[in-house]
């Protein structure tokens, strides 16, 4: 079993910045290729962000591309997701993910195995 512990949301005005932290426990940590999903209100839940399980390769949501940064530190078992020039369309309940490793990075959320509880990111304008 994998257990993921997201932290580092919060209310923050537009055009700034958030760092997300997703700690990984219970299994190998480069096993597992990672992702950042976000689900608003009333919308469905969408991919944000991915990281391969060596960190070689990276994907992004077009909304989000320049503005947000996947990236894990093997040492510390945690991968972020650094939020930048934050807009109000990005407020939502942020989810970590976890998938066996894979040469793909999906952002199909079904392709995920494991979870965290997610953090609320909230953008004032």
């Known amino acids: 079993q994998v257990q993921l512990v997201e932290s580092g949301g919060g209310l923050v005005q537009a055009g700034g910045s958030l760092r997300l932290s997703c700690v990984v426990s219970?299994?190998?940590?480069?096993?597992?290729?990672m992702g950042w999903f976000r689900q608003a209100i009333g919308k469905e839940r969408e991919f944000v962000a991915g990281?391969?399980?060596?960190?070689?390769?990276?994907a992004y949501t077009d909304s989000v591309k320049g503005r947000f940064t996947i990236s894990r530190d093997f040492a510390k078992n945690t991968v972020y997701l650094q939020s930048n020039s934050l807009k109000p369309e990005d407020t939502a309940v942020y989810y970590c993910a976890a998938r066996f490793r894979s040469m793909l990075i999906t952002g199909s959320q079904y392709e995920y195995d494991y979870w965290g509880q997610g953090t609320q990111v909230t953008v004032s304008s």
């Open positions: 990281i391969s399980w060596n960190g070689e390769r990276t």
């Open positions: 219970g299994r190998t940590f480069s096993d597992y290729n």
